[in-house]
């Protein structure tokens, strides 16, 4: 029997056996094949998918390498899905509930929001829709370019000429490429243009006057405001495009979480940490918080 | 099964509460999109710089979604304009602290339709029977439909076989979704959107990677053109030129050279053969500009290439698209400046000027958010929302993946000189390349050239209006020499929010008696009265706090450059480089937030810079 055992071809044979059995138990329809029917509508999707792109038919030569690619593909993933591949893979998971995000997203779209909905969300979010406030006014510019102090030199011009007209307060400072007259401007605007400190500037000073020095990005500024106009609410009418973009865009927020939060009601969700790394009230913690 | 169930249940008790329209509205209304007659305010006849960016991804790019991206195009129009979105990564939303004037989501091509194609039943079931019964006020139906849907796709039963859920309308829906949302987002005069995607072509690894941009959605291809039909150039401007034929308006745009390794300005086109004339015209037909600086690095010049430039070694990202962080072994080919010489040598040959690029900067965020501001940044990638993620490394990563982030750039700019804020403004100043790039920074840079220029000009008021009348402005062709040299005006003014300036430069490129090409930089501007380039603005960077100040700089560069060294017989280049004093890198400020030491294997500060489109010479 010893000596049996010590056999190589003996044990060749009995490795094989045992593989057979084995393979046997876990693939139970290794007799049966599997089938991939490639029909006429596979084909047309194929050939018309082809004709989007290129803008002819494909040639037999290229549509027997479409169909090769495809039946390449679809074995890779049935042999995966025996494999479990898809199982704990994280793009897998991510994939696939980013899709329950487009269904839900499309559940969303299809109820149709009422003028009624609309006007109730436009008044819920009247600070959304409110225009900034807008000025018209004169500036000069005094840039740290080519002076020693331009904070100075503009707080004296001011003490000098306090009601200089434009042309006369023009010559004391300098030309930056920006405009010396602002008609009806924003304050977002007037940010973006002369740096965020500007706007807030503008809010101290006197109107209807040589005031300042107002701050930008550019250096301090002697400013004589026109008008002020108060921020205001657009008509429904005039922003109902936008409004609609935005109640959709909430809308499937909402519905995405409420999705989630029915789904999540079938589950309940264990805490196992056992480590005790972890402070058992932050376990405690997370135990009522994600039931919840 | 017992899930959808739910879903479906809950959907009904929605659909009680409000009136469902059996068919989505996804037509955008025509009317409101097209430009107004009018226009729009801001209007400028001597045009104003908008900023943006043209190269955005979100999770409907294949990249974008497997790297943690939880945004759709939606969301990064609205990032663009200002508003808040959720980030991935560590869960901290994404927000710019000083938006954009445009803005254009370019997505993969390649497997675009495959996302949402299966599991978007809007557009095809919408016109169905299947529609009604889905969206029934009775319970039961509803629910039968929906789960016979579900079931169907997933088992490949008769639903799944129906043409309409798998017919090209499918295929293209998400391309249509994504140029949908853009007309959505245009409000010319305030906010300008473009339809867009990205052509992801690398073959061997090698990046020849290009945006594709349309002027509007009129005759808008049905789906885009990706790598997957061919990886070949040449194939992608046919492609444009049948869809110009059907009556679309589109340009390209390519990136990243520096990931190419030598590929994307080869001398050669993709069949081997020396570039020809009918080659050089259809590139230059197709391709006005190219992107010089992103998130994976600037591609304006190597210091290898150009070991006499002093500010070459900026933000440099020497890295093919292989995987495994491989390096590039070639830099002829894959740096701008060296593309624009070897394009006015092919062109003295009598072979058309291939690389005839106006420039832009951008980000190729994969984040929906552009990440441009350096105090702001938030990575490429949904993952390195987590600032310790970016700048400790990615947990699982290889260490040498983990360096290719660290060495990624917070995003550049598109400045684009426009009349107004709107589609056609922006669209024909890019196609005129009357543009400029930047590295983030929002300076804007004016460029003019002409033979007529006197040289007071710029100390008349109205120099602008002279400027276009008598001259050329970034991006164009200057002829006709008049026995004298060129004389060029430059414009250069500081960020609102940002830092001083150091120094403006004018590079300029040419091909000498010989042949040969020949390069040399001019600092036509330098701050703090300095008068030798060769001595350095400073640095204000506190590295402790991450804070810089602008006692040093400029705030405003103004100045006419005639070239002492013009010849009329030869082709010549002229482009300008505007540098920043140094700011903290992005890489600082994380550093500094998260009390941690800053690398020293990166940089800690930057220069930040500009560059205009050239101002192209020939003699004819």
Not at chain 1, 195 to 221: D, N, R, T
Not at chain 1, 247 to 256: C, H, K
Not at chain 2, 471 to 487: D, F, H, Q
């Amino acid at each position: 029997m010893k000596k049996i055992l010590k056999e190589p071809f003996l044990h060749f044979i009995f490795l094989g056996i045992v593989l057979f059995i084995l393979y046997g138990l876990v693939n139970k329809n290794s007799n049966s094949k599997d089938t991939i029917i490639i029909n006429d509508f596979d084909v047309s999707a194929l050939i018309s998918k082809w004709e989007m792109q290129w803008k002819r038919p494909p040639t037999e030569k290229e549509l027997q390498n479409l169909i090769n690619l495809n039946i390449k593909q679809e074995i890779f993933y049935q042999e995966a899905l025996k494999m479990n591949l898809d199982h704990n893979d994280e793009i897998i998971k991510r994939r696939l509930s980013q899709k329950m995000k487009f269904l839900s997203n499309d559940i969303a779209a299809m109820i149709e929001p009422t003028d009624e909905d609309l006007k109730g969300y436009y008044k819920e979010h009247s600070d959304k829709y409110l225009t900034p406030p807008s000025y018209s006014l004169y500036q000069i510019t005094f840039s740290p370019d080519n002076r020693k102090d331009n904070y100075k030199d503009a707080v004296e011009t001011l003490k000098q000429f306090p009601n200089a007209s434009f042309d006369e307060m023009k010559v004391w400072g300098d030309a930056l490429p920006f405009s010396y007259y602002f008609e009806d401007i924003d304050a977002n605007e007037l940010g973006l243009q002369l740096g965020s400190k500007f706007p807030e500037g503008l809010k101290k000073v006197a109107i209807k006057q040589w005031a300042g020095p107002v701050q930008s990005g550019f250096g301090v500024h002697l400013v004589y405001i026109t008008e002020i106009k108060a921020p205001t609410l657009p008509d429904f009418e005039l922003i109902k495009k936008n409004i609609i973009r935005d109640y959709e865009y909430d809308n499937q927020q909402e519905i995405n979480e409420i999705i989630y939060q029915e789904f999540k009601k079938n589950y309940s969700i264990e805490i196992d940490i056992k480590s005790e790394d972890f402070d058992p009230k932050f376990v405690e913690y997370l135990q009522t918080e994600l039931n919840n | 099964m017992k899930k959808i169930l739910i879903l479906l249940s809950f959907l009904t008790v929605v659909a009680c509460k409000k009136d469902v329209k059996s068919e989505k509205i996804t037509e955008s209304n025509s009317t409101e999109t097209k430009q107004p007659a009018s226009r729009t305010a801001g209007y400028s006849e001597t045009k104003n710089a908008y900023f943006g960016n043209l190269h955005i991804h979100t999770s409907w790019s294949f990249d974008g979604f497997t790297n943690g991206s939880v945004t759709d195009p939606d969301d990064a129009y609205r990032w663009a304009q200002g508003e808040s979105i959720p980030g991935g990564g560590d869960g901290t939303p994404l927000q710019i602290k000083t938006p954009l004037d445009w803005y254009a989501v370019s997505d993969h091509a390649e497997w675009m339709g495959m996302f949402k194609m299966m599991a978007d039943p809007s557009t095809p079931i919408s016109k169905l029977d299947f529609a009604k019964r889905v969206t029934s006020k009775d319970q039961a139906i509803a629910f039968k439909a929906f789960g016979d849907f579900l079931y169907d796709f997933s088992t490949g039963g008769p639903l799944s076989k129906e043409p309409l859920f798998s017919d090209e309308n499918i295929m293209k829906s998400v391309w249509k979704e994504i140029v949908d949302i853009t007309e959505n987002h245009n409000k010319p005069g305030k906010f300008t959107t473009f339809p867009a995607f990205e052509w992801s072509s690398n073959p061997n690894t090698q990046n020849l990677h290009r945006v594709v941009l349309f002027k509007n959605s009129d005759n808008i291809p049905e789906i885009a053109y990706s790598s997957l039909n061919s990886t070949r150039p040449e194939d992608l401007w046919t492609w444009m030129e049948d869809s110009r034929t059907n009556g679309a308006t589109l340009l390209a745009i390519p990136h990243n050279g520096n990931a190419s390794d030598g590929l994307m300005f080869s001398l050669n086109d993709s069949d081997g053969n020396p570039i020809s004339k009918a080659y050089s015209d259809a590139r230059s037909r197709n391709e006005p500009l190219y992107e010089i600086s992103q998130i994976k690095g600037t591609s304006e010049v190597h210091p290898d290439l150009s070991p006499n430039d002093e500010f070459s070694n900026f933000e440099i990202w020497d890295y093919t698209l292989a995987t495994t962080a491989e390096r590039n072994t070639h830099r002829k080919g894959s740096y701008l400046r060296q593309a624009l010489l070897d394009g006015i040598r092919i062109e003295s040959e009598g072979n058309g000027n291939p690389f005839k690029y106006g420039i832009i900067g951008d980000s190729d965020s994969h984040n929906s958010a552009a990440s441009i501001e350096e105090d702001n940044y938030t990575g490429k990638f949904g993952m390195e929302n987590d600032p310790a993620h970016r700048v400790n490394g990615v947990p699982g990563f290889p260490e040498p993946n983990n360096q290719q982030i660290r060495e990624f750039s917070s995003g550049g700019l598109a400045g684009v000189w426009a009349e107004e804020n709107t589609r056609e403004a922006i669209y024909n100043a890019m196609l005129k390349k009357e543009t400029f790039g930047t590295s983030g920074t929002r300076m804007k840079v004016r460029f003019f050239g002409s033979f007529n220029f006197d040289e007071n000009i710029i100390s008349n008021d109205d120099w602008l209006t002279t400027a276009y009348a008598y001259g050329v402005p970034m991006g164009s062709n200057l002829t006709n020499p008049k026995g004298s040299a060129p004389t060029f005006i430059i414009q250069a003014l500081k960020e609102a929010n940002g830092a001083n300036l150091d120094r403006a430069q004018i590079i300029k490129g040419w091909v000498d008696a010989k042949g040969k090409t020949q390069e040399k930089i001019y600092n036509v501007a330098l701050s703090d009265d300095r008068t030798d380039g060769a001595t350095p603005v400073g640095n204000t960077v506190d590295l402790k706090t991450a804070k810089y100040s602008n006692d040093i700089g400029a705030v405003q560069f103004f100045t006419t450059w005639t070239d002492p060294e013009f010849d009329a017989s030869q082709n010549a280049f002229y482009y300008v480089r505007v540098i920043e004093i140094p700011t903290p890198r992005w890489s600082t400020y994380d550093a500094v937030s998260l009390g941690i030491p800053i690398r020293t294997d990166i940089p800690a500060t930057i220069q930040e810079r500009a560059w205009s489109s050239p101002i192209w010479y020939s003699p004819k």
